[in-house]
């Protein structure tokens, strides 16, 4: 499975970004796909995810603000932020996972920024 991640950039406080992350290969698969995000010095973390059966999960920080979906086919997805803040910034990584074996995929990472 590869993951190609497109939508980061720079924008001040209050605006929007959709990050989009497009799979292929075998992406039958893939059972979820979320993103997560890493910010400077910090670990990790999730920020979204969906299932192939469109359940999704949003973390507290982000909830209300953030939302993941599906268009289409299941191979691409989307995180749509709104009301962006400076602690927002951070590279974005998509993640796809299978199971049976149980295998996480990772994109490149995209970049974003909030300016305060």
């Known amino acids: 499975v590869q993951l190609v991640e497109s939508g980061g950039g720079l924008v001040q406080a209050g605006g929007s970004l959709r990050l989009s992350c497009a799979a292929s290969?075998?992406?039958?698969?893939?059972?979820?796909m979320g993103w997560y995000r890493q910010a400077p010095g910090k670990q990790r973390e999730l920020v979204a995810a969906?299932?192939?059966?469109?359940?999704?999960n949003i973390v507290d920080s982000v909830k209300g603000r953030f939302t993941i979906f599906r268009e289409g086919a299941k191979n691409t997805v989307y995180l749509q932020m709104n009301s962006l803040k400076p602690e927002d910034t951070a590279v974005y990584y998509c993640?796809?996972?299978?199971?049976?074996?149980?295998?996480?995929?990772w994109g490149q990472g995209t970049q974003v920024t909030v300016s305060s």
């Open positions: 290969g075998s992406v039958f698969s893939i059972v979820t």
């Open positions: 993640n796809a996972q299978r199971v049976r074996p149980t295998i996480n995929y």
């Open positions: 969906i299932t192939s059966g469109g359940s999704t």
